[in-house]
Nanobody, 123 residues
């Protein structure tokens, strides 16, 4: 029903900012809740942020609250993750996901995934 493609990752210095984008195909983007997850080598995939269908409700992991902001533009079929004050521990592959449950922190409740974009933060 939907295909997702992430972009915007890169190699940055601690304290820098990045904005990730997730472009979705299809005409039903606005019917999906969206989430961002990340996975570092040797670690489990972890929840980062989520946003409901209309964009009015957002949810964050404690580790990124106050630094990251999730948003969406349904007219552009795109969800964003603005990342400020990046830390070394933010280094991971970042994935966007689409599902039916708003605010879910469980990867298993999302039905569609992008292939990821790498974020590397150096000190």
């Amino acid at each position: 029903q939907v295909q997702l493609v992430e972009s915007g990752g890169g190699l940055v210095q601690a304290g820098d900012s990045l904005r990730l984008s997730c472009a979705a195909s299809g005409r039903t983007f606005s019917s999906y809740a969206m989430g961002w997850f990340r996975q570092a080598p040797g670690k489990e995939r972890e929840f980062v942020a989520a946003i409901n269908r209309g964009g009015g409700s957002t949810y964050y992991a404690d580790s990124v609250k106050g630094r990251f902001t999730i948003s969406r533009d349904n007219a552009k079929n795109t969800v964003y993750l603005q990342m400020n004050s990046l830390k070394f521990e933010d280094t991971a592959a970042y994935y966007c996901a689409a599902g039916s449950k708003s605010g879910s922190r469980w990867a298993g409740e999302y039905d569609y995934w992008g292939q990821g974009t790498q974020v590397t933060v150096s000190s």
